[in-house]
């Protein structure tokens, strides 16, 4: 094969489209309501600003990662932070469903959605795993939570 085969290859050059999505958040779109809160399994820390010792900064860590969720997520959930302070070692976030969620399949549909979906962003693009010890690394389990329905 000469070198010259791909010569023109200019010529079929796709840029590959983003998909952007600005949407905004209309609860009239979802079904159900929850109120997350979560904190780390095995914690390292005692409070949020301690996170800077591991090179990490929690709050663009969250963004980043709810921002990805709720892109790949659109349609079915959406998550959205509604507390996060320095002195605390916990975050709330606000889970909203598509779908009605029955009582008795609440519990499994949101410890799959946080332990599944949301856990592995955090642990491994964010570097989370630095924030808890090694029983939490062992386990892989990056955190505790309990939730609320929320009703209006």
């Known amino acids: 094969m000469s070198g010259s ?3 023109d290859y200019k010529k079929f050059i796709v840029l590959p489209e983003e998909e952007v999505s600005k949407e905004e958040f209309d ?3 979802y079904a159900t309501f929850y ?5 780390l399994y095995d914690s390292l820390l ?3 600003r301690e996170a800077n010792k591991y090179e990490i900064e929690v709050e663009k860590s969250i963004e980043t990662v709810l921002e990805e969720f709720n892109r790949k997520q659109r349609g079915i959930y959406n ?3 509604l507390e996060l302070e320095s002195d605390n ?8 469903c598509k779908s009605k969620i029955e009582n008795e ?4 549909r949101i410890s799959h959605i946080l332990e599944k979906i949301l856990s592995n962003p955090f642990y491994i693009g964010q570097g989370w795993y630095k924030l808890i010890g090694e029983k939490g690394r062992i386990e892989r389990k990056l955190f505790c939570f ?3 329905e929320y009703m209006i």
Do not use: G, H, R
């Open 79 to 81: 998550l959205q932070i």
């Open 35 to 39: 109120i997350v809160t979560l904190s």
């Open 27 to 29: 609860p009239q779109n």
């Open 146 to 148: 309990s939730f609320k």
């Open 89 to 96: 070692s916990y975050f709330v976030l606000a889970l909203s």
């Open 105 to 108: 399949e609440a519990n499994d």
């Open 46 to 48: 005692t409070n949020w």
């Open 5 to 7: 085969f791909f010569a």
